[in-house]
């Protein structure tokens, strides 16, 4: 895949729960309490449409906060 297409790569918020060893309500919690976590796209108006987020957002916060750490 290329860089360019990486930085545009979604994924499910299911599998970013996976990903991040979270659940549900726990990346709900992280969301609320952190105000600059990515924000998802969702796919559809209803509450039941699947939510994606973009990977490259997700690393990019994640690095963020690993420069925040590696700081204090």
């Known amino acids: 895949m290329s860089n360019e297409a990486s930085s545009k790569a979604l994924i ?4 970013l729960c996976n ?9 709900d919690k992280l969301r609320k309490k952190d105000p600059t976590f990515p924000k998802p796209i ?4 209803t509450r039941q449409a699947a939510a994606f987020y973009v990977v490259a957002e997700v690393e990019a916060w994640l690095r ?5 750490r590696d700081a204090a």
């Not at 499910?12 to 599998?15: G, I, L, M, P, S």
């Open 64 to 68: 963020t906060k690993i420069a925040e």
């Open 12 to 15: 499910r918020q299911t599998a």
């Open 42 to 45: 969702k796919d559809g108006e």
């Open 19 to 27: 990903w991040l060893d979270l659940s549900r309500s726990g990346l």
